[in-house]
């Protein structure tokens, strides 16, 4: 295995490192300090902000005319239904439930990588899936979940089913794009579009947060959304992309409810049992075997 793809694993983990955690610090904000599309203004436009600012750091490219409808389907699925479904789920629902939900993605990502961009699945990659699968169900098949702060589960889950499979799409939009465009260039769009696109939709409850008087606790999770979760997470990925297929990526999904469970264990909001070990060790076997692989079918 080369340096370079070890670093596209170790940036796929850290995206999904920061998305685990992200399930738990988005929930203690919602809807206390702020409403969810408030929240999602808020990512999209403190990211294009920060992506047009240091869009001086990356080399300036012009974008062919012939890929405007992909990078505008990529800002649809990825920065506005994925986000809003997302965090509208994640306020009717559970941290746990979200972080496993969200494991669908890579089924999905395969199904559409097979038809979309002819990308063959393989034995090894599909035993992967299914035991990252079947990590991910135990822990919600399992777990022990409760929240006050859940008024509508089975919406809530519902809504992250749609998130799923739009990331899903939204990784096999962007794979091509990877190739001829700088992450920088890309995600300066990205997020412009998404600007746009989510402003009327989300104005109303971003208006509404009382901003001057947010205690330090809101302050730091809002930023931890935006330079976390946003910023560093859609560079990681697209990073990531540049060396390892849409269904390879959409696999490393399969940490975020091992993360998520391991960060509600540290800040003292679970514990662990022989269940939740067990699924972790599946989660673990799932993506070795999916990033195993060492030829690839790339779009």
């Avoid at 789920?89 to 199904?111: A, D, Q, R």
């Amino acid at each position: 295995m080369d340096n370079k793809r070890i670093l596209a694993i170790l940036a796929a983990i850290g995206a999904s490192t920061i998305y685990g955690i992200n399930h738990t610090v988005a929930k203690g904000v919602m809807p206390t300090y702020i409403e969810p599309f408030g929240f999602i203004f808020l990512r999209v436009f403190g990211a294009a902000i920060l992506f047009w600012g240091i869009s001086w750091m990356g080399p300036k490219e012009k974008i062919a005319k012939s890929d405007w409808p992909r990078i505008l389907g990529c800002a649809v699925f990825g920065m506005v239904i994925n986000m809003l479904f997302f965090f509208k789920g994640l306020s009717l629902s559970t941290p746990i439930n979200s972080s496993v939900i969200v494991t669908l993605s890579p089924v999905m990502v395969l199904i559409l990588a097979s038809i979309l961009i002819k990308e063959r699945i393989t034995l090894l990659k599909s035993i992967g899936v299914i035991l990252g699968l079947a990590g991910a169900l135990t822990l919600v098949l399992f777990s022990a979940e409760s929240s006050g702060n859940a008024p509508n589960i089975p919406l809530g889950n519902a809504l992250f089913i749609v998130n799923a499979f739009s990331f899903g799409l939204y990784l096999i939009l962007v794979k091509p794009l990877t190739a001829k465009y700088h992450a920088i260039t890309l995600m300066k769009w990205f997020f412009l579009i998404a600007v746009i696109i989510n402003f009327p939709i989300t104005i109303e409850q971003f208006t509404a947060v009382d901003w001057l008087h947010l205690p330090f606790e809101a302050i730091w999770k809002m930023g931890f959304v935006v330079l976390g979760t946003t910023f560093a997470t859609y560079l990681l990925n697209i990073y990531a992309l540049k060396r390892l297929s849409a269904s390879t990526i959409s696999v490393f999904m399969y940490l975020q409810p091992l993360i998520a469970i391991s960060y509600a264990i540290i800040s003292g909001a679970d514990e662990l049992n022989l269940v939740k070990a067990t699924a972790g060790i599946l989660v673990f076997v799932g993506v070795y075997l999916v990033t195993k692989k060492k030829t690839e079918v790339r779009a």
